[in-house]
């Protein structure tokens, strides 16, 4: 059974879904997911709009725009890490990107 995280998103034209992804003080993006409500509203604040996706949909969703990591329970605003590689990185929420993501 696949692994599934809450995926923050926002509406855009037409009820399309966009996915909301960070970026890390190095300045790559990343894609976020959540573990929890808790954890996403703890980040993002309760009125956030979420989807709930697999691993893999959530992957797929990223490659065609270059995102290759995703940051699972991602820091608060603004209490990134930049230090260590980017695969140590904790990615920055206070400059949320949206990106249309196709089902």
């Known amino acids: 059974m696949d692994h599934t995280f809450l995926v923050p998103v926002r509406m855009i034209a ?3 879904l ?6 890390l003080g190095s300045g790559e993006r990343v894609g976020l997911a959540f573990t929890s409500e808790a954890s996403l509203m703890g980040t993002l604040g309760p009125s956030q709009q979420w989807v709930r996706l697999a691993r893999e949909a959530l992957d797929d969703m990223l490659a065609p725009l270059g995102i290759e ?3 699972i329970d991602p820091d608060r605003v ?3 890490c930049t230090d260590g590689p980017p695969s140590q990185q ?3 929420t206070e400059h949320l990107q949206t990106v249309a993501a196709a089902a």
């Open 69 to 71: 990591h995703i940051t």
């Open 14 to 16: 037409a009820g399309t």
């Open 78 to 80: 603004g209490e990134a």
């Open 18 to 23: 966009a996915l909301r992804i960070g970026r």
């Open 90 to 92: 904790r990615p920055s």
